[in-house]
């Protein structure tokens, strides 16, 4: 692109920028690599399905005969990952596929469940809620109380 006469070269960028602007991908030879989120986790595309199967998954891994709670919560939580952080009423980040919020994450999924301390990591999310979950915690945590309602009804 380089060769190009100028007006060529701009002509050529501007339809690039207005493809990217509609949401179509391009291969640029130019373009740079994607930076990585800052999380341990390489995000791939979550999908309602693929999370719902994922969930099943670990259910049965973990010994957890009520995956339809854990969905519940990854619907009403997040709505399957496309709310991925909030800030929460108390001034806090929510974080992730259940809106853990970090002090949570920590004591919990981290130190009490030894899982891997990435909060954007779904599968680690869903071993700790369903963990939680074990111990009659979920429908008391009071971030999960008002979903959980909605779930039980």
Known sequence: MKNQPPLK?????LFIVSLVLINVPVLCPEAKA???????TILREWTQE????????VSRAEGWAYPELIIGLAQYESIWLTVPRILDTN??????????QDATFQSYCVKKFHLDDDIMDPVVQ???????????LIHTSLGWQNSYKKITK
């Open 126 to 136: 869903t071993k700790c809620a369903i963990r939680m979950g074990k111990l009659n």
């Open 50 to 57: 693929n999370l719902t199967d994922m969930i099943y998954s």
């Open 34 to 40: 994607p930076i990585i989120s800052d999380t341990n």
């Open 91 to 100: 001034q806090k980040y929510s974080t992730g596929l259940y809106h853990f």
């Open 9 to 13: 070269r701009f002509l050529v960028k």
